[in-house]
């Protein structure tokens, strides 16, 4: 079945922000209902076919897919401090750097410092690599990061035993339970 105009557009305005709500107040929907219309209509076969050959004509477009993920996350795991810096431990100009290096920063700060020794401190925030191999786990599915979690019982069955608790009294004469 062909989508309707509004349709169309919920379409196009939830691949902006993939808010449902926001999409459908932007589409034209009424806003007292467009949180019940944003989740009826991702629910639609339709809308969440077209959203999904949205998301492709745009991922084709800008040249990103998972391969290209999977690329950079592996140039950022492989990034190495030594690649910016010079031999006396310095860094070097930023315009040597390599472009990973330059591209994925979160940072850099400089202090300069003007007491008794006049000093220049330097500090860059690079990525988080333990979220960034999270990430490149996910993405080949070694799940080296996902928690096990033992739903089996002592007795090795999947049947939940009841846990016995004794409650005991205590005896306010001397404190000691009875």
């Known amino acids: 079945m062909a989508l309707n105009d509004k349709q169309e557009?919920?379409?196009?305005?939830?691949?902006?922000?993939?808010?449902?709500?926001?999409?459908?107040?932007?589409a034209g929907y009424s806003e007292k209902t467009a949180r019940a219309t944003g989740c009826?209509?991702?629910?639609?076969?339709?809308?969440?076919?077209?959203?999904?050959?949205?998301?492709?004509?745009?991922n084709e477009q800008v040249g990103i897919d998972a391969a290209y993920v999977?690329?950079?996350?592996?140039?950022i795991d492989q990034m190495d401090v030594a690649d910016i810096l010079l031999e006396n431990g310095e860094l070097k100009p930023i315009k040597d750097w390599p472009k990973v290096w330059r591209?994925?920063?979160?940072?850099?700060d400089v202090v300069e410092s003007s007491g008794d020794v006049p000093s220049l401190l330097k500090k860059i925030k690079w990525p988080d690599k333990v979220k960034n191999l999270e990430l490149l786990g996910?993405?080949?599915?070694?799940?080296?990061?996902?928690?096990?979690?033992?739903?089996k019982s002592s007795d090795g069955s999947m049947t939940p035993k009841p846990t016995t608790i004794r409650l005991v009294g205590v005896d306010p004469a001397n404190g000691k339970s009875s």
């Open 103 to 108: 591209t994925t920063l979160s940072g850099i």
């Open 40 to 58: 009826e209509n991702l629910t639609k076969p339709n809308i969440a076919e077209r959203i999904i050959q949205l998301k492709q004509e745009r």
């Open 9 to 26: 557009m919920f379409c196009r305005e939830y691949l902006v922000d993939l808010n449902a709500t926001q999409a459908a107040i932007r």
């Open 138 to 151: 996910k993405h080949i599915d070694v799940s080296a990061f996902k928690e096990m979690v033992d739903h």
């Open 70 to 75: 999977l690329k950079r996350l592996a140039e």
